[in-house]
Nanobody, 130 residues
C-alpha cells in the first residue's frame, strides 16, 4: 500500500498560480504511474493530469491543458501539479493517485481512468474566487 500526502492547496483569486505537491511512500516510486484528479461539490471525480513512471510522457484534461503542468522528482518521491491562471471552475478537492503495479506504460487513453490507480491521497482543497 502506497501512502500519498497532498499539500499546497488554498484559497486564491482567479488568475494566480498554485503548486500542489504529493509525497509518496515506498522504495519504488520511480516505477509508479502518477495522476491528479479533482472533485467539485456535487460532481464526479474527474481526471486532471497524469505522468508516466519515467516522466517521459504527460497527459492532461482538455480543461487544464496549457495552464497546468504535472512533473515528478523521483529522488524526492514527489509529484507536482503546477496550476497557472486559475479559474473559479478549478475549485475542487484535488487528489493525488498512484498506480504501483509498474513499471508499465498504458495506452494514452488509459491514464485518465480512475481504475488505473489503486492508491489515493486524502485530497487538498483548492478554492478560486472570482
Amino acid at each position: 500500500q502506497v501512502q500519498l500526502v497532498e499539500s499546497g492547496g488554498g484559497l486564491v483569486q482567479a488568475g494566480v498560480s498554485l503548486r500542489l505537491s504529493c509525497a509518496a511512500s515506498g522504495r519504488t516510486f520511480g516505477s509508479y504511474t502518477m495522476g491528479w484528479f479533482r472533485q467539485a461539490p456535487g460532481k464526479e471525480r474527474e481526471f486532471v493530469a497524469a505522468i508516466t513512471y519515467s516522466g517521459s510522457a504527460t497527459y492532461y484534461a482538455d480543461s487544464v491543458k496549457g495552464r497546468f503542468t504535472i512533473s515528478r522528482d523521483n529522488a524526492k518521491n514527489t509529484v507536482y501539479l503546477q496550476m497557472n491562471n486559475l479559474k473559479p471552475e478549478d475549485t475542487a478537492v484535488y487528489y493525488c493517485a498512484a498506480d504501483d503495479r509498474g513499471p508499465v506504460y498504458y495506452s494514452p487513453s488509459s491514464y485518465s481512468k480512475v481504475t488505473v490507480y489503486d492508491n489515493w491521497g486524502q485530497g487538498t482543497q483548492v478554492t478560486v474566487s472570482s
